[in-house]
Structures are given as structure tokens and as C-alpha cells.
């Protein structure tokens, strides 16, 4: 099985950028599709976008079309969600998962394993 490890998170002022990156081992990302959500609190965990085993197919939240881009690199292991123009309601806790068997990037449910999860913090 694989494991996930998110990093990058942090605080920001709004209208700022981060990273995120989600490192795969175990096994090698490229058999996974990907998945970031995020949790603020109080709230439900809430899809944020996906990429599908080679990068070809990505997926986006309308909360975060135009500002974040996802987007992997298999031969590092890694996939990174670029988050630009942040705003305050982008503060939550942000996992990656994984899944072997992609039926519905957007459901939750649907990922098979899953990071600690990295804290963003927009400040305004």
C-alpha cells in the first residue's frame, strides 16, 4: 500500500500563494490517482481538486477554479496543489489521498488512503 505525507502548509496573507506537496512511498504515485481535500473547521471534509494517474485529466472544485492548479510529477513521487490568490475561507486542514481504482475523484469515499494533512492559515 502506499503512504502519503503532506507538506507545505502554512500561513499566508490573502491574496498569497503556497504550495502544497503530498510525497507518495510504498508505492510509487503513478499507480494512484490523487486526490486534495480540505476541512475547516466545524465544516465537512470538501473535495478540492484531482488528477487522474498521469496528470492527463484534472479535477477542480468551482470554490477554486482559476486559483489553485494541481499537478504531479511521478518520476519525484510527488503531486503538488499550487494555491494563488488565496482567501480567508481557504483556511483548513488540507489531505491528499489516494486511489488504485478511480470511480469519482470528487467523493471522498471513493480514495483508499490518506495523509495527516497540512494546515493553511489565511490571514486577513
Known amino acids: 500500500q502506499v503512504q502519503l505525507v503532506e507538506s507545505g502548509g502554512g500561513v499566508v496573507q490573502v491574496g498569497g500563494s503556497l504550495r502544497l506537496s503530498c510525497a507518495c512511498s510504498?508505492?510509487?504515485?503513478?499507480?494512484?490517482?490523487v486526490g486534495w481535500f480540505r476541512q475547516a473547521p466545524g465544516k465537512e471534509r470538501e473535495f478540492v481538486s484531482g488528477?487522474?494517474?498521469?496528470?492527463?485529466?484534472?479535477y477542480y472544485a468551482d470554490s477554486v477554479k482559476d486559483r489553485f492548479t494541481i499537478s504531479r510529477d511521478n518520476a519525484k513521487d510527488t503531486v503538488y496543489l499550487q494555491m494563488d490568490s488565496l482567501k480567508p475561507e481557504d483556511t483548513a486542514v488540507y489531505y491528499c489521498a489516494a486511489v488504485s481504482d478511480p470511480l469519482d475523484y470528487y467523493d471522498s469515499d471513493s480514495y483508499d488512503y490518506w495523509g495527516q494533512g497540512t494546515q493553511v492559515t489565511v490571514s486577513s
Open positions: 488528477t487522474s494517474y498521469s496528470g492527463g485529466s484534472t
Open positions: 510504498g508505492r510509487t504515485c503513478s499507480e494512484y490517482g
